[in-house]
């Protein structure tokens, strides 16, 4: 059973730039949540998705927003890029909701911002 | 708002000896408990749980974590490391509300070197 894939795995951008991210979850999966993970601050939640509606939002800027496709493929989106946002922002899919049972995370997509 | 905390943030041992790490939770409420565990290159994964009932979970590669609620703690032992246990560990809580339960909310992380 194929794992939760999140493309791309690297990238770099500059500041002012927007990226998109995208997490494909385990076939079955309803759930999709977000963390952005830096190092000293563990994982910080962004958002999750449970059947194409945000369930959960965490203390990020507007600049952060997310979607979740009836497929439960999820994108994410940062816009007006800071170099602060250089991290790792990781996906997790879970069957039900991510309160319930066990996240499976993705590799994560290592972002780094110029 | 729930929040988690690992006050130790690179523990270091040597084969054998014994591993206690520290997870302490703010919330007065009913909680799901978690530990996760990152190994060098490789993506988070559960290392075990607690939902309710034996206070004392058991998870994979021999870890342990009790649950005081008292005290507001789950924290993580094992009785002898392995060189192989070196990795970063992830406290994680979820508070449950009404019957509903919120995000999970992570720790900020420890990091378990293992000497050989």
């Known amino acids: 059973k194929a794992g939760v894939t999140q493309t791309p795995r690297y990238l770099i951008k500059t500041r002012g730039q927007q990226v998109t991210l995208s997490c494909s979850p385990i076939?079955?999966?309803?759930?999709v949540s977000w963390y952005q993970q830096t190092p000293g601050q563990g994982l910080q939640f962004l958002f999750e998705y449970f059947s194409e509606t945000q369930r959960n939002k965490g203390n990020f800027p507007g600049r952060f927003s997310g979607r979740q496709f009836s497929n439960s493929r999820s994108e994410m989106n940062v816009s007006t890029l800071e170099l602060g946002d250089s991290a790792l922002y990781l996906c997790?899919?879970?069957?039900?909701?991510?309160?319930?049972?066990?996240?499976?995370f993705g590799e994560g997509s290592r972002l780094t911002v110029l | 708002a729930q929040s988690v905390s690992q006050h130790n943030h690179h523990v270091i041992l040597s084969e054998a000896a014994s591993l206690e790490l520290g997870c302490n939770y703010s919330y007065g409420g009913t909680v799901n408990l978690f530990w996760y565990v990152q190994y060098p290159g490789q993506h988070l994964q559960l290392l075990l749980k607690?939902?309710?009932?034996?206070?004392l979970v058991k998870g994979i590669k021999g870890f342990e974590a009790e649950f005081i609620k008292s005290k507001f703690s789950f924290n993580l032992r094992k009785p002898s490391v392995q060189w192989s246990d070196t990795a970063e560990y992830f406290c994680a809580v979820n508070a449950v509300s009404s019957g509903s339960a919120r995000q999970l909310t992570f720790g900020s992380g420890t990091q378990l070197t293992v000497l050989p």
């Open positions: 997790a899919s879970s069957l039900g909701t991510s309160s319930t049972g066990e996240l499976f």
């Open positions: 076939s079955g999966h309803r759930s």
């Open positions: 607690y939902f309710s009932g034996d206070p």
